[in-house]
């Protein structure tokens, strides 16, 4: 089995990056490799003050064209000694989280480099400012405020943020442990850009407040889909566009729970799970952890097989699996809100790969209406060889189990009869959480109403009183 000791690429590469969405733009020009920016000094003291952190080493700031960056991606890409990437994508393909014929490391590169206009380096402790984003500034346009030098120093306060985030709480090194649970990962990243996006608004604004962080939450989760990048596939760009809609609106509730003291809790006992991210309730009011499952059992039917990764996909990667085979609004997609907790293993056997996939699901209905839709994806999930004569779909079974669900896909698939049986036998489903009172699901669901509703009315109050109407500049200091 490959070391440990690296996240997989898409874990490194999206560490902390400031995507432009029309919010983050640059018009620092570049004279060459590595000129320093000569202004960094005031917005470092600053966000320092905003965001009441305190930085222990300053931040060298340099500048790359997106050229290099991209080569310098595709660069570590080719240098990845652990083949971890490699792994993901083919479980990718092969439980239709990824089309075949598509070179996601290729689409990963592009995406990035399309969409940000800076990043911070936890590694090498800097950051990289892109040359060149005004165009996609012109493109996106956020219109609801006027243009101005306020989003240089934006750019800066939101990747110095990081640097905070890194200082202080070792952001870097955590994503880097979280390697083996895709999911977490999300979660933590998040959390992590939720907080600069916030942080990089309250800088330019001045200060921070409840109706600026109600107005920005509000148009972030607004949002258009990535489109400087139209052919990457929604599996790469939706969770990219996650972290920051999704991630702030988290980030907002803890804000408003306990200012900045809650937004360092959070960082000190994150999210576990992209379900607490799209619920904060799950982490927030009533903590739900992910089930954990360990799976075992397949070794003596699969001997001289090898494990190469373990990995946790989550209630959002569930959600994109399914939008791809019966679109976005489809009433099946829906079942992803039952997730409860997810674990695969990818085997790997000469040049055959194969992955057995566990899902818990909060109750059998979820398992049982998930196995349904899901065997029709499966059945569309193109062969490992396209393009061959024999490009049938790829070998898969699955069979739900109260309220878990196996599935194997690839060669090993073959061998079903014999493989579930033991892995049921073997495995571990542990759930952390203690069972819900009589009566909580219809409480909550009454809780939740009431707390959507109220969320609704003091976000029309915040806009009226901005003045959106009138088209008021919201980050105006009045």
């Not at 408003?256 to 799209?278: H, K, M, T």
């Not at 698939?413 to 759930?431: C, E, G, H, R, Y």
Request: hydrophobic share 40%; glycine share 6%; aromatic share 8%.
């Amino acid at each position: 089995m490959p070391a440990r000791n690296e996240a997989p690429f898409q874990s490194r590469l999206l560490i902390a990056a400031a995507i432009s969405l029309g919010l983050f733009t640059c018009a620092f020009s570049a004279d060459g490799w590595f000129q320093p920016v000569s202004d960094e000094h005031k917005v470092e003291a600053g966000i320092q003050q905003i965001r009441q952190l305190k930085l222990k080493a300053s931040v060298p700031i340099f500048h790359k064209t997106r050229a290099q960056v991209a080569q310098l991606l595709l660069t570590e890409m080719k240098d990845d000694k652990t083949q971890q990437a490699d792994a993901e994508i083919a479980a990718g393909e092969m439980l239709g989280r990824f089309r075949r014929a598509s070179n996601i490391k290729e689409q990963s590169v592009k995406l990035y480099v399309s969409q940000i206009a800076a990043y911070y380096d936890s590694r090498r402790k800097q950051m990289i400012i892109l040359d060149g984003p005004r165009e996609t500034a012109a493109r996106f346009g956020f219109r609801f405020v006027g243009y101005g030098d306020w989003r240089d120093d934006m750019i800066l306060a939101h990747e110095l943020t990081h640097a905070l985030q890194d200082q202080n709480f070792n952001i870097g090194s955590r994503v880097l442990r979280m390697a083996d649970n895709s999911d977490a990962v999300l979660a933590f990243k998040s959390l992590i850009e939720g907080d600069a996006t916030l942080a990089g608004f309250a800088y330019v604004r001045g200060g921070m407040d409840e109706s600026l962080a109600d107005f920005i939450t509000a148009h972030l989760t607004d949002l258009p889909q990535v489109s400087a990048a139209k052919n990457v596939p929604d599996a790469l760009s939706v969770p990219l566009l996650f972290q920051y809609s999704q991630g702030t609106a988290f980030v907002r509730e803890a804000y408003r729970r306990g200012g900045w003291d809650s937004v360092d809790a959070a960082f000190r006992n994150p999210p576990e799970s992209s379900a607490q991210i799209i619920d904060p309730s799950l982490y927030f009011d009533h903590p739900t952890h992910p089930v954990r499952l360990k799976i075992s059992g397949y070794e003596k039917t699969l001997a001289g097989w090898n494990k190469e990764i373990e990995d946790t996909y989550g209630e959002l990667a569930l959600r994109l699996i399914l939008q791809m085979s019966f679109g976005r609004d489809s009433s099946q997609v829906e079942v992803a809100r039952r997730w409860a907790g997810d674990r695969m293993v990818v085997l790997s056997h000469g040049k055959d790969q194969s992955v057995i996939w566990m899902i818990a699901f909060t109750d059998e209905q979820g398992a049982a209406l998930f196995a349904d839709f899901y065997r029709t994806v499966l059945d569309h999930v193109d062969g490992q060889s396209a393009g061959d004569e024999d490009n049938l779909p790829i070998a898969h079974d699955l069979q739900a189990n109260g309220k878990n669900l196996l599935v194997i896909a690839g060669p090993a698939a073959t061998q079903f009869s014999n493989l579930a049986p033991a892995i049921w036998q073997a495995s571990k489903v542990t759930d952390l959480n203690p069972p819900p009172p009589p009566g909580a699901a219809d409480a909550d669901d009454d809780q939740s109403g009431m707390v959507s509703r109220t969320t609704e009315y003091l976000r029309g109050l915040a806009r009226d009183w901005l003045g959106i109407g009138q088209r008021q500049d919201p980050l105006k200091v009045r």
